[in-house]
């Protein structure tokens, strides 16, 4: 079986374009930062929403990469990357990397990396090809990998783990300049086999007793939902049904923060929020977009507006606002909430702002100014106002409604507010039945909704006490007005990593799912929603 990979969608890849008889790829900058600011961890895209491809046994596949501008990369991976918060996680692979006559070929083979935000491939070489603009073939043969410019042979590698999966996932992009892909072929080798597939959540399908569905038994105007990612919800079916079955409601992970859309200056990568969008809508569920002004998760151009003089603010704001236009307006009648300013507070639980970039922008009137750009932008998105420790009453939640109402008053639209209900301690962070309700009075008799936006618990306690709280904070919501919505942060613990104080990589074990099955803190949840 030959495959036409030219034929095949690359709607949701972004930096690729179809064109006449060919792809044309263009550099995207993509890259994820850290916390503070720092790093940048660069972030290439895959063909994740459209075709992959799935082989049993030897396979070949052949690409012509021609008008080269700086740099042409391609890499065929097994899996996705996990994205985290601040890293991703390389899955075993091949990246090949044309750079004049200069091939860089880089083999991951999964394994962990004592960098996660710096990975190394498992094997590193250059070769100098004789045409760059000659046929590339990357061939799996027997336990060989072999490499072959030209009908040359440039490399040939023990396969090792290389490919274990069966699956080929594909990518395109530049890291500084452009070229086209005149022709892309896949073929089964020697007997084997080789189809192409589509994304598990295609055939993913809403459970009648799943938590969504006794929840509207019981309300049915409440939403349950949960962060996604489009990796595991494209090549995970475990993941797929777990969430499609489950959940009404989804907030991007990560794809709508500002560095997936906007990685350089009124450059727009918009795919892959589409493709959970499209998904979305596909499966009848509400969309909670996450998020505008924020502290982190900024691209470097955002991050590095210049503030020093009247002048340089009023550019910066303009450049601000452009963003807020452009991102809400693309999204328009798509999604139904928004976080319009996330984490606004000091990381040390007090009630000091963040001084970040919209900080020094617009003041402390940012969270105002921006209300009103979304509001101009799409008026019927419901605005949130989401923060972290403000689950209790205290100061921080003084703060927090105090800010929305006060934003309010100088002419914004904020319609209520999303706490996190992250729970990393159940001795410093639990919830309580009496606290949660009196939150949600204060909230509801100032006039604003409330939504649990990120809850997520630690099973440091055990699992039964993590259950408990999961149902405790679930239950409180449910039975108040005020609350109208419900998120966990995360599906399934397969893609729950985090780097410790150490920069050693940790498995997290605090959301509803393990490894496709369901946990207590699910069941407990159901018997919350009388499942």
Known sequence: MIVDLIDEDWQHTPGVASD????????????IVDQDGGGGQP???LNLAGTHLVADGDFSLSASLTDVIADASWTVFDSPPVIADEFRLEPS???LTLLDDDLEIAV???????????PRPAHEEHVTVRDPEATLVVRRSGDTLEIESGGETVSSLPLGAVFESGKLWLGLSSEGGSFRVGSFTATALDGGTLTTAEPAVVQAEQEPDGLQALASQKRPDFTIGAAVALGPLASDPDYAREFVGNFGALTPENA?????????QAVYTFEEADAIIAIAE??????????????EAMPRWMQELPTGTEWERRASAEALLDYITTVVTHFKGRIDSLDVVNEPFDVDQGTSYQQNIWYRVFGPGYPAVVSQAVYEADPDVKQFINENGADVPGYRQDALLKLALDTNAQGGHIYGVGLQAHVY?????????????????NFGDAGLRVRI????????EGVDAQAEQYATVLETCMRSPTCVSYTTWGVDNRYNWWVDDDGELQQGRDFLFTDGETTPAYDAMRRVLGG
């Open 93 to 95: 692979g091949l990246r």
């Open 282 to 295: 596909s499966k009848d569920l509400a969309v909670h977009g996450h998020t505008i002004a924020f502290t």
């Open 425 to 441: 301690d159940l001795e410093t962070d639990a919830i309580s039945t009496e606290d949660l309700t009196e939150t949600l009075e």
């Open 256 to 264: 709508m923060k500002p560095q997936f859309l906007s990685p350089q």
């Open 20 to 31: 006449s008889g060919g792809l044309q790829v263009t550099a995207t900058a993509r890259s």
């Open 453 to 460: 936006s990120e809850n997520d618990v630690t099973d440091g």
């Open 108 to 118: 991951f083979d999964g394994s962990p990396q004592e960098d996660v935000t710096s």
């Open 43 to 45: 972030n290439p895209p």
